[in-house]
């Protein structure tokens, strides 16, 4: 990892020029907390099981209640459904996300057992509900229960990840993205375990179409001519290619791309659309967590379905692994070029290679970079009015995006 190192210039630069210190007294951490952000794939989050959590610098506790805690004393046919089909859904128990630490002697909270929809901690028993609440002191001659209270934080589901909220007083209402919520179509849930190096150098990748010329070169893409320009929810990049194709991609503030991957048709093999937040897990580390949908139903969608099951489960530790390969000289991207995950070997090559956190009053950008230029630019502009106290922009998404023009 030595060749990949930079000198961390961001001590020395106006706190809103500073993208990638995101922890609690970080000015860009604080713009972070004003936005919902994804921290685990549904599916993950095991009903009756509690896991740690750390997101933006700081540790949390995640934790999923007992999916059926308290059978109904109702014997069948008495006014309730066998409980098996009652439950038969994954994970309908509620997700709660609690602070790292237990109130009393400090102890990881994740350790302890999950009853019904509270945790109880491993070291002493207290107990705490998903509001934080602590409502069990078992050791305890007189309780003191109600004076104590851990933080905890608002939490929702959707598209099938886990969105949290980590900003102080009433959150947003969450986004929504109608285009990825038909649930007759096909939407899968990836997560890129985290890579080592700060999320924004990921954010800068999205709306640069002319690094796919270059760095997954095997596809064959012709240089486009860029444009970028401001909108309602971000930034919307155009590249124009040499045929006449136009190709949009969409940077949603603060950290969410959305793009579109092979062209829609009627087939199942065509393209998709995706969204894929860029979180970072501390500011060397990120993770990427992105929906896709492919919009076939039907039969078309079986036959997806009937293939991906045929197919061995994606290994995520297997892009590190090549990845830190190529930079230590042991491995060429010509090696890889029909693995299937060539195409994210590529983009973890060159992002980890820019450096932990990179010096970025040291790049040299040109035309071809406006979109990188434009998502910086509203970065900066933000925060500086962050931190001087100025009203915000409101971000607002339109009901329908199109990836391509
Ligand atoms: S540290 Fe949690 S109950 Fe003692
Ligand atoms: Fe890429």
Not at 57 to 85: I, K, M, Q, V, W
Not at 200 to 229: C, Y
């Amino acid at each position: 990892m030595a060749s990949t190192q930079t000198i961390d210039t961001t001590q020395s630069m106006p706190p809103w020029k500073d993208f990638a210190h995101t922890g609690p007294g970080a000015l860009a951490g604080r713009y972070l907390r004003l936005f919902w952000q994804p921290v685990c794939r549904s599916a993950d989050l095991v009903a009756g099981r509690a896991v740690p959590l750390k997101i933006l610098s700081e540790d949390f506790t995640l934790y999923r209640g007992e999916e059926n805690p308290h059978p109904s004393p109702l014997p069948e046919g008495e006014g309730t459904a066998p409980l098996s089909t009652q439950h038969s859904a994954l994970n309908t128990a509620a997700a709660h996300a609690l602070a790292f630490r237990c109130a009393h002697r400090g102890t990881q909270l994740s350790t302890g057992w999950v009853e019904g929809d509270d945790l109880r901690c491993f070291y002493h028993g207290w107990k705490y509900d998903g509001s934080g609440q602590c409502i069990e002191q078992p050791a305890e001659p007189e309780p003191f229960c109600q004076r104590i209270r851990i933080r905890s934080y608002p939490i929702q589901e959707y598209l099938g990840l886990i969105f949290v909220y980590f900003g102080d007083g009433e959150p947003p209402p969450l986004p929504r993205y109608p285009e990825f919520e038909n649930d007759d179509e096909i939407r899968e849930n990836t997560v890129y375990v985290s890579w080592p190096c700060n999320f924004f150098n990921r954010i800068e990748n999205a709306p640069d179409s002319v690094h796919v010329t270059f760095a997954h070169f095997q596809i064959g893409q012709k240089i486009p001519l860029m444009d970028a320009r401001e909108t309602d929810y971000g930034v919307e990049t155009r590249s124009s290619y040499p045929n006449g194709e136009v190709e949009v991609d969409h940077f949603h503030m603060p950290n969410l791309s959305q793009f579109q991957i092979g062209v829609r048709g009627p087939d199942e093999t065509q393209g998709r659309d995706r969204l894929a937040w860029r979180v970072p897990v501390d500011d060397g580390h990120h993770m990427s967590f992105i929906v896709s949908q492919i919009h076939v139903s039907g039969a078309a969608a079986e036959r997806y379905r009937e293939r991906q099951r045929n197919r061995p489960q994606p290994d995520e530790t297997v892009v590190p692994a090549l990845g830190e390969a190529v930079l230590a000289g042991e491995k060429h991207i010509l090696d890889l070029l029909e693995h299937p995950n060539v195409v994210q070997v590529e983009d973890y090559v060159t992002l980890v290679a820019q450096g932990v956190i990179p010096d970025r009053q040291a790049d040299h950008l040109g035309r071809s970079d406006v979109g990188v230029i434009e998502v910086r630019r509203l970065w900066e502009r933000e925060m500086r009015a962050l931190a001087e106290g100025r009203p915000l922009k409101e971000w607002v998404r339109p009901d329908h995006l199109e990836g391509r023009g």
